[in-house]
């Protein structure tokens, strides 16, 4: 099994900035792409960024030039830095990890997702 557990969410000014971290763990063989993703109330859940586990990055465009996806592949974490945030960037913010296992092996891979953290944006 594998975990991913996120952190570092919370309530903020708009124009302020928040750190999220998310740490995968358990039965890892490898991690192919990791990325971030949110879901306000009542909206569909999106894509905010993605990265490659060779450091190639895409986001969306609401975010671009304001957060920052990076991950630390010795660790199995990947971290998302939220700069001038705004109150429309209000949301639950989810990791998502796609895993090769140590049982299933390389030719194999699964989607995680984390429980995910609230980030709230205050105008």
């Known amino acids: 099994q594998v975990q991913l557990v996120e952190s570092g969410g919370g309530l903020v000014q708009a124009g302020g900035s928040l750190r999220l971290s998310c740490a995968a763990s358990?039965?890892?063989?490898?991690?192919?792409?990791m990325g971030w993703y949110r879901q306000a109330p009542g909206k569909q859940r999106e894509l905010v960024a993605h990265?490659?586990?060779?450091?190639?990055?895409i986001y969306a465009d609401s975010v671009k030039g304001r957060f920052t996806i990076s991950r630390d592949n010795a660790k199995n974490m990947v971290y998302l830095q939220l700069n001038s945030l705004k109150p429309e960037d209000t949301s639950v913010y989810y990791c998502?990890?796609?895993?090769?296992?140590?049982?299933?092996?390389?030719?194999?891979?699964?989607?995680?997702w984390g429980q995910g953290t609230q980030v709230t944006v205050s105008s």
């Open positions: 358990g039965s890892i063989f490898s991690i192919n792409a």
């Open positions: 998502h990890a796609v895993v090769s296992t140590i049982v299933s092996g390389p030719q194999y891979k699964f989607a995680y």
């Open positions: 990265i490659t586990s060779d450091g190639s990055a």
